[in-house]
């Protein structure tokens, strides 16, 4: 093994069920050739399994692969006839069924065949890695410990890394810089305790509302309209989660916690209740299985409810008095009011933050290093927006320390354990001197590992100390700054970044002052997408006035903002992450290059709420489509890239924007969010190293011309007369054939940037005027959804 990177030629993956199979898809999107096996069939194909589980990533939602091709780089394989190959695998990983006695015969058959320096990991979600390591011969467990992916891996960013007493501290530095540099991961260190951290107080959480609905008569509709985004978590909520999990699966969790913790205070809690078990043995499993505690009924969502044992209509109604409650913007004052336990829905919510301030604070010296690994497991795995110490620590540390005593000296809370001596030492889970380790009595600073200090700006924790570089300008729109260096970084502050004329002015002030005292540009921000576009409602306010001259401003100066970024005498970098959506994908199609993270989502989208790209998109892939197919034949590359703009198509990862042309084959894929400004920040270092020098403007390219647009027409014309699309689909395709085409001049004229540039605006402005459009634009903005009309 190399000192300080684990080279990864091969990895082996063992087991091919959903999990498996999506771990080894998520190895093929880090350029990892990975070895797929399952049991050997004994007739036909002795893969079959394996072969299953690879073939069905092609249709599992959301998509597990970053791209379909991806799947040749599985290798289906089986126990019985290919155990010799992984002397080739430099990282296997278990993911067989959750059974200690089937992971242990397998370790038995399979430890001989594994090479000196590989590493061997269990995917178990709560099996003690300790009694697994035992199943291992000694030279063996030294490489061995648990790497917990949550499902679905290649979305969900927490992987739990699980030594047990024998495994080597640097096989552990290893794979933590290995799941963070080369698989994306946030990895949380977790002691080999039953369910680890994620789990372990995720689904005590979830055992404590369930608990509460029942004592309270609560129906699970209501509980998820009180414990999702109202109180900082997923949508998901927590009887809508369950259902994505599965309810088999949650059911096994409970089985393994009440199996492996008999001493926990809580371990009455851990149980199955009545209707659950009924509606696991009646196959209602959930989301995969069509229902489970909510079932669709035509276009209706019901919900299961308990009393009758049958399904109801759903109701997330909640009353004004709960309602005032849940805005309250103080989180302390907030908690006290549901500590006043005025009503029933109160009531549940201040039991349900009571019982996990009380667990948390019980467990965290047997189950975690410190609070931050609670905090950020929970953040990671199960999407809250902070995590339990965080919500403690925000609502006043010794406020609701005393309210949590005050319950359970009066009983309220159902067990007999107290609060930890520690709660009442301390004023904070979270300081600038790092979180609290209850079995250390001392606050532990972040992980130190040289992987970590390529993450300029990584998630901080409430107390922690951020660092936000040097301001060079600020406005209302956007931030230019620096890290303390000479590379200009430019973060646009607008609600999802979208670009309105204080973003353009704002770009120009970036490219004014990147070619002034910079050596380049970086585009990139702090939060949410790159940009999701256009500011629709202002320049659909402009349009109802009348006021055309402001919308032909707006695209004008944001035409010609993108190409001061694309002929800079500076190297631009567009650091891309999450949604690029219309202008905000023009936006990066004119920086000089782009660093995307692996999660980005790119599309010319405009044709859905009746308009064309007007930033220079469609100038941008007239001029690539000729580059891209050189001497040959253009017309099927623009047929191609014709139907992803009339169509609205996107990207579905930054690998599937390369094979759309939305990202160049120059242009880097980055794994890990959090290092994206770290490899932007290096790109425009090395592109001024090399001495760049901008393309020339005023490029001269042929157009596709009258041919070309008669050619794309005659897929409108098949579409309309099918009824597939509508006549003012009709008329946007044929606009944005018109544009990509070069206009209504003979087949190969040469034209120039600026001559799409005024077919792009003129057919923009055309469209706006248009009713249907702005039926369209009003659609979308009332309702986040494209209307058909």
């Not at 044992?309 to 989180?331: C, F, H, M, N, T």
């Not at 001392?442 to 100390?465: A, M, S």
């Not at 008669?710 to 099918?722: D, P, Q, R, S, Y």
Request: glycine fraction near 10%; proline fraction near 4%; charged fraction near 25%.
């Amino acid at each position: 093994m190399n000192d300080h990177k684990l080279k990864v030629r091969r990895a082996a993956v063992l087991g091919a069920g959903v999990m498996g199979a999506q771990i080894a898809a998520h190895l093929t999107a880090a350029g990892i050739p990975v070895d797929l096996y399952d049991l050997p069939s004994d007739e036909g194909d002795r893969n079959q399994l394996a072969e299953k589980g690879r073939q069905g990533l092609l249709k599992l939602k959301p998509a597990p692969l970053a791209s379909k091709d991806l799947v040749d780089f599985i290798r289906p394989l089986n126990f019985a006839d290919d155990l010799e190959k992984l002397a080739d695998c430099d990282f296997i990983i278990e993911a067989v069924a959750e059974r200690m006695d089937i992971k242990r015969d397998l370790y038995g058959k399979l430890a001989p065949h594994i090479h000196d320096g590989a590493i061997f990991a269990s995917n178990t979600s709560g099996l003690s890695i300790t009694e697994l390591s035992k199943e291992l011969p000694e030279n063996l467990r030294g490489r061995f410990c648990g790497v917990h992916f949550f499902n679905p891996p290649r979305y969900m960013h927490l992987v739990e890394l699980i030594p047990h007493a024998g495994t080597d501290d640097k096989v552990m530095d290893l794979l933590e810089d290995f799941l963070t540099r080369n698989l994306g991961k946030g990895v949380v260190r977790a002691r080999d305790t039953a369910n680890f951290i994620g789990n372990r107080v995720g689904m005590f959480t979830m055992l404590s509302v369930m608990h509460h609905a029942d004592r309270l008569s609560l129906g699970f509709d209501t509980i998820d309209a009180l414990t999702g985004p109202a109180i900082g978590r997923p949508k998901s909520a927590t009887f809508r989660l369950a259902d994505v999990v599965g309810l088999d699966t949650m059911g096994n969790v409970i089985n393994t916690m009440k199996s492996q913790l008999e001493e926990d205070p809580w371990h009455a809690w851990f149980r199955q209740p009545e209707w659950l078990q009924k509606l696991i043995e009646g196959g209602a499993l959930g989301q995969k299985a069509g229902a489970g505690v909510f079932r669709k009924e035509g276009k209706a969502i019901r919900v299961f409810d308990p009393a009758t044992g049958d399904y109801r209509d759903s109701d997330y109604s909640l009353p004004d008095e709960v309602q005032k409650v849940l805005a309250i913007k103080d989180p302390g004052e907030k908690l006290a009011e549901m500590a006043k336990c005025a009503n029933v829905h109160t009531e549940f919510l201040w039991s349900i933050h009571r019982d996990l301030f009380h667990y948390c604070a019980y467990h965290l010296a047997e189950i975690a290093d410190s609070a931050r690994e609670v905090d950020l497991a929970i953040r990671w795995g199960y999407g809250w927006k902070v995590g339990p110490f965080e919500i403690w620590q925000s609502a006043g540390w010794k406020e609701m320390a005393d309210l949590v005593e005050k319950d359970i000296a009066g009983g309220k809370t159902g067990v007999d354990a107290g609060l930890p001596e520690w709660v009442n030492q301390i004023e904070a889970a979270h300081t600038v001197e790092g979180s609290w380790a209850a079995d250390q009595a001392r606050y532990l600073p972040r992980p130190d590992l040289p992987v970590f200090q390529r993450q300029y700006q990584p998630v901080r924790l409430l107390g922690e100390k951020t660092e936000s570089g040097t301001t060079v300008h600020e406005s209302d729109s956007i931030r230019l700054w620096t890290l303390h260096d000479d590379v200009l970084i430019a973060s646009l502050k607008s609600k999802m970044a979208v670009i309105d004329n204080g973003v353009v002015d704002g770009l120009n002030e970036a490219i004014d002052r990147a070619e002034s005292g910079f050596e380049g540009l970086v585009i990139w921000q702090p939060k949410g997408p790159f940009s999701a576009g256009a500011n629709l409602k202002a320049a659909a306010e402009a349009i109802q006035k009348g006021d055309y001259d402001s919308v032909r401003e707006l695209v004008a100066g944001f035409q010609s903002a993108n190409l001061r970024l694309r002929y800079s005498s500076v190297p631009t970098v567009a650091a891309v992450r999450g949604l690029a959506l219309g202008g905000g994908l023009e936006l990066a199609m004119h920086a000089a290059t782009r660093v995307a993270h692996l999660e980005s989502y790119m599309g010319l989208v405009e044709a859905g709420v009746g308009l064309l790209p007007a930033g220079g998109g469609l100038g941008t892939l007239a001029m690539q489509i000729i580059d891209d197919t050189k001497a040959g034949d253009t017309y099927p590359l623009l047929e191609k890239r014709y139907k992803q703009v009339a169509m609205g198509q996107v990207a579905g990862s930054a690998m599937e924007a390369k094979e759309m042309g939305y990202l160049r084959e120059h242009d880097r894929i980055v794994l890990h969010e959090h290092e994206l400004l770290h490899a932007a920040h290096h790109e425009v270092r090395a592109m001024a190293a090399a001495g760049y020098r901008p393309p020339l403007a005023g490029r001269k390219f042929p157009a596709a011309g009258d041919v070309g647009i008669a050619t794309l027409k005659m897929l409108l014309v098949n579409m309309l007369e099918g009824r597939f699309i509508s006549e003012h689909d009709f008329e946007i395709g044929s606009r944005i054939a018109t544009v990509l085409c070069g206009g209504e001049i003979d087949r190969g004229s040469n034209v120039d940037e600026a001559w799409i540039h005024r077919l792009e605006r003129k057919h923009f402005l055309e469209l706006a005027a248009m009713d249907k459009t702005q039926e369209r634009v009003a659609h979308m903005l009332k309702t986040g959804k494209p209307l058909r009309n």
